[in-house]
């Protein structure tokens, strides 16, 4: 069965601080990923996406994030946090035989301290 | 940045009464999605269509009912609230391909009394 972990319901960095946030995903065939961020009262916005290739992404406002196959991981970082990236991150995974179907971790809450 | 709308944004009403959550989209995207949001919890699907007069139920099941009668319309009602359907709702499309990304509209909060 389709599935993704975000294991870290919440975490705490201060700003200035690097940011990893983790997600292990159980797929059937090739995974899309995707990395979501929803700020309180809004809908999700995409960060960036992995379809393919090079397992390194680069995505908006400065986030990338790492596919590792063996480890059935798509890891989000950031080298410096902000104390606007404090929001709601929720890891994603898709394929094509699925319809376009999407299936979301529970999300991690970032709190950022000055 | 994505033009999908939702409306109501929040709503309080009581036990038993019928609503309608709006949301629309000018993507011209076939695929639209309903998603249902508690806290902690993972986003689930509840509805979502491939393009007009096509509606399928999603993974979580759900007394809400859905309609693709335009392309950028897509609506969920729910006949006879009740406080077990308080909950976010969240609409998305996405764009045509099979590696298309969601866009999301801003979610309406239903509570029901």
């Known amino acids: 069965a389709q599935s993704v972990t975000q294991p870290d319901i919440h975490i705490t960095v201060s700003e200035g601080a690097s940011l990893e946030l983790r997600c292990n995903y159980s797929?059937?065939?090739?995974?899309?990923l995707f990395w979501y961020v929803q700020s309180p009262g809004q809908g999700l916005q995409l960060l960036l996406k992995?379809?393919?290739?090079?397992?390194l992404v680069q995505g908006i406002k400065g986030f990338e994030a790492e596919f590792k196959r063996s480890q059935s991981s798509f890891n989000l970082r950031k080298p410096s946090v902000h104390w606007s990236d404090a929001a709601e991150y929720f890891c994603?995974?898709?394929?094509?035989?699925?319809?376009?179907?999407?299936?979301f971790g529970t999300g991690t809450s970032l709190t950022v301290i000055p | 940045e994505a033009d999908i709308y939702q409306t109501p944004r929040y709503l309080v009403i009581g036990t038993g009464k019928k609503i309608t959550l709006e949301c629309s989209q000018t993507m011209g995207h076939d695929k639209m999605y309903w998603y249902q949001q508690d806290p902690g919890m993972e986003l689930h699907l509840i509805h979502y269509s491939y393009g007009v007069n096509s509606t399928e139920k999603g993974d979580l099941s759900s007394e809400s009912t859905v309609s693709r009668i335009r392309t950028e319309h897509f609506p969920l009602t729910l006949e006879s609230a009740r406080p077990s359907h308080t909950s976010q709702y969240l609409c998305?499309?996405?764009?045509?391909?099979?590696?298309?990304?969601?866009?999301f509209g801003e979610g309406s909060r239903l509570t029901v009394l």
């Open positions: 992995y379809f393919s290739g090079d397992t």
């Open positions: 797929y059937g065939a090739t995974p899309y």
């Open positions: 994603a995974v898709g394929a094509m035989y699925t319809g376009n179907q999407f299936y």
């Open positions: 998305a499309s996405s764009e045509p391909g099979r590696t298309g990304e969601l866009f």
